[in-house]
């Protein structure tokens, strides 16, 4: 099975400030996925990634497959940025059938 | 529409009782999940359906049942939990079963207590 580490857990930041999240994997992870989860349970996919870099808005997600790392990026946070960040990545290596094994998650509060 | 819905949004059940959890979508995706989430804790993959049949089964134990009779819609049958079945429950479809290729949608979750 592949495997997720992701840092920091917790994050406490300031209005305006820039936020980086970082995201290990194991072998065999072909996709990086970068999910966001407010209290209330629900959770939305923010990005998608195999190589490179993919930006939406504020927020910028960077993959660097030969070390096995990915970044996530918040430029100029905003309270409303408050919530839990997971990667996660597909649990088996093979491309086949498969779901997600994610990251332990970092809670970013963003204070105004 | 993106949106994968389910329901109930909570439930209470005790230890004897049988209930099922449901999720729909629309989207025309081939591939459905359950997730189980306990609390400050990240998702856990229980099963995987594609094109209808069980892809996947994380050795999850045979209290929880699930079923897929259309494309559409996911149940999630429980029978005989234990209190520590207590968790948020996921769902989410994808248009494959490639999660190195395809997004998964989610629902907002059943929120399940079990007395």
């Known amino acids: 099975k592949n495997e997720v580490e992701q840092s920091p857990q917790n994050l406490t930041a300031q209005e305006g400030e820039f936020i980086t999240i970082n995201c290990s994997y194991s072998v065999g992870i072909s996709a990086l996925h970068w999910l966001q989860q407010h209290p209330g349970g629900g959770i939305v996919s923010l990005f998608m990634l195999s190589s490179g870099k993919k930006k939406h808005g504020r927020l910028i997600a960077t993959i660097n497959i030969q070390e096995k790392h990915s970044s996530l990026h918040i430029t100029a946070s905003h309270p409303r940025d408050s919530a839990v960040y997971i990667c996660a990545g597909p649990m088996y290596s093979g491309g086949g059938a498969d779901g997600l094994t994610f990251g332990k998650g970092t809670h970013l509060i963003i204070q105004p | 529409d993106t949106e994968v819905t389910q329901t109930p949004k909570h439930l209470v059940m005790g230890m004897t009782n049988k209930k099922s959890l449901k999720c729909e979508q629309h989207m025309g995706h081939r591939a459905m999940y359950w997730y189980k989430q306990k609390a400050k804790k990240p998702p856990e993959l229980m099963f995987v359906y594609s094109y209808e049949k069980l892809s996947i089964n994380e050795s999850v134990p045979s209290r929880f049942s699930p079923e897929c009779p259309n494309s559409s819609l996911l149940n999630l049958h429980l029978h005989a939990l234990q209190p520590e079945d207590s968790a948020l429950y996921l769902c989410?479809?994808?248009?494959?079963?490639?999660?190195?290729?395809?997004?998964?949608?989610f629902g907002a979750g059943t929120r399940l207590s079990v007395l």
């Open positions: 989410a479809s994808s248009q494959t079963k490639r999660t190195g290729v395809d997004i998964q949608y």
